[in-house]
Structures are given as structure tokens and as C-alpha cells.
């Protein structure tokens, strides 16, 4: 049997277009709406930072705000769950546009920081992993996904967004348990398989991608450029609605290691034959992002765990400092502790190489895009862009 994957066409931020693009391509995607009446319907939207909604990095408020009315129109209760980095939520929610939305709809907001262990016996590297304990306490789960290019990940999708569950810089501490890219999707899969197989009594998860407008480039915080794109995609198996984003964005799905690994697991689709696109075609909504630039998704992975590989053949990440107001959040967020405070003098923040992994969380979550990527010194030589 092919996995359905819904994708629609939808080119604005339209409040009623969307609620019938959402409620049309879901039910498409085999969900039925009616089973929601007196459920509890966890909703998680991307809300990495507090960040306006036009610049693409969050989900955006009007998609919310059309998932949880028809949520309520089918007589469930929307609960919104997330976990920005180390921000806080209050904050993010207000400064994304979702504080009107949750007070006008009366949308209940969970408590994300009690955590509690998610365990998958199948799993490839995390056999447990905590996550935020609401999550257990919901009947079905919604996945508001938002598309974007990703430095690390290549790209940011349903799969890479269940990353979300676990609370604040847990999430960074996890690069450096785990900084090898190929390693990193593999427990990606981990957290998703357990999400979809061990939160037992048959709890139903499902992804809706807001592609309005997504981002391209250096993704997926404020370094990367919104973009217009309008779709939507839905879909019950996050590999398969992945698959069809990065194609339908004229990405290489070779480079997006969650679809590499994600065929090879037992739990989803085994190639691109086992998926059906119903609604509009790839080929009449396709279009070509900016992929981000990182080498490590060249054909080769490399192997980041050595020094001279990393220093002089991977990108680094590095401040601006004409951007920079020494807010100090990458050095916050940096799980390796390879950045510190500048020298008498300085205007940016100092970055230790030796210890940098790569995982460039800290261009993710700089508020003022003020960090870049700087090539490796003997990238030229080999040719990488």
C-alpha cells in the first residue's frame, strides 16, 4: 500500500483560504476530522525564537491559527506545545504573532519543561529519550511544520521538527553527544519513531507543512531569506511529507540524511515508490530553493570529529561585527562551549575552532543574523561553493 501524501496550493496568509486548503488536504492525506470531537489535540507549531512571522522563521500565526479552528469546529481541544531554545515561551509567543490567536480561540499553552522518558525499543541509538511530558497527555498529536534550508541538516522538515520536544538547550547538548550528521538524522528517527510508536494506546500523530512562504539559503534562523513557495503539505508519515517537500523545492533528497536514513528504517516508506502525491503535482508546484552552503552535505560526509578536516575543509560559523550587539546568545546556546566573550577591544565574540562541532546553533538562534559562514582556508583549492 503507497503512503498518501496530501500537497496543496496556497499563496497567501488568508485565514479562510487556509482553514479549507488545511481541512481539504488533511482529509485527503487520510485524516478524518470527525474522530476529533472530545480529544485532546496537542498542536506544535516551530517556534525556535521569538521572531516575526515574516521572516519566516516560525510557523506562521494565521497556519496556527486555521489548524486550531478547525480543531475546535470538529469539537477538539487544541493545547499548544513547544520549546524554544533557551527564550522564553511567553515572550516568543508574543513576539510571533500567537498571543492574540491563544487568547481569542481560549487555546490552552502547556507547561513544556516537566520532561518524561519516550521509549522505542526499535530504535537505532536512543532507545529512551525525554521529551516534554504534555506530550504523553495528548490524544492526537499535530505537527505545524515549518519548511526550511537547514546549515546543518540540510533541511528543516517534519521529521528535523520533532526536535522540538525536547525542552530548551537540551536540544543543544544533543550536537555534542551526537556531531556526526549521518548519526545525528539516525537519532532524529529515533525520537520520531518513538513518537510514533511508543506513546502507546494508539495515539495518532500527523504533519501539516506551512509552505506560504519558507526559507531558503542559510536557514533556519534569521540568516536564512524568507520565501515564496505556496503550498501546503500533509501527511501522516513525516518521511514521506518530507520527500515531497525537498522535491517539490527542487532540493537533492541525497542531502537530507533523515530521507537517506529514513528509507533504510523499517517504520515509513523503503524509496520514493511507496509514496503517493495526491492534490497538485510535484512537477506543477516545483520551483528551485537556495540550498545552504555547507560542504558536508557535498557527496562526501565528513567526518567532523577531526580537527584538521573541520578546520580546513568544513565552513565555520563567524560573527559579524558590524551586526553583532553582544547579546551573548550564541555563546549560551553553543553546546561545545567553543565561544566566549571578546578580547579587550573587540567588538564580537570570540570563536574557538578546535572546539566548534559544526552544528551551528548558534547562527540558528542569533536574533540579529549577525553570524555567517566563513569556508574552510584550503576550500578553494578543492573548488567547494
Known sequence: MKTIVALMRCKEYDFETLKDVVARGVTAAGFDLSSLGGLRVALKPNLLMPSHPDKCVVTHPVFFRAVASIVK???GHPVLIENPNFFSLENTLKKAGYGPIVEELGIEVADPVPTRPLHWEHAKLYRTIDISAAYFEA????????FKTHSYSYVTGAVKHWFGTIPGLKKSRMHMRVPDQMDFADYLLDLYGGLKYGLGDGRRIFHIVDGVRSMEGEGPGPTGSPRDWGVVIAGEDAIAVDWVAVKTAGLDADK?????????????????????????????????????KNTVYGGVVWPLTSKT?????????????????????????????AISKPREGKKTPVFDYRKCIRCFCCMEIC???????????????????
Open 73 to 75: 469546529d470538529y469539537g
Open 139 to 146: 490524544d492526537v498529536i499535530l505537527n505545524l511544520v515549518k
Open 256 to 292: 537530507a540524511y533523515t530521507l537517506v536514513q529514513g528509507f533504510k528504517r523499517d517504520f515509513g516508506p523503503n524509496s520514493p515508490d511507496d509514496i503517493q502525491v495526491l492534490g497538485e503535482s510535484i512537477q506543477d508546484l516545483a520551483c528551485r530553493f537556495t540550498p545552504p
Open 309 to 337: 578536516v573541520k578546520n580546513w575543509l568544513v565552513e565555520k560559523p563567524a560573527p559579524n561585527p558590524e551586526k553583532c550587539v553582544l547579546c551573548y546568545q550564541c555563546m549560551k546556546t553553543c553546546p561545545a562551549e
Open 367 to 385: 536574533p540579529e543574523a549577525a553570524i555567517g559562514l566563513k569556508k574552510g582556508t584550503l576550500q578553494w583549492l578543492f573548488s567547494f561553493k
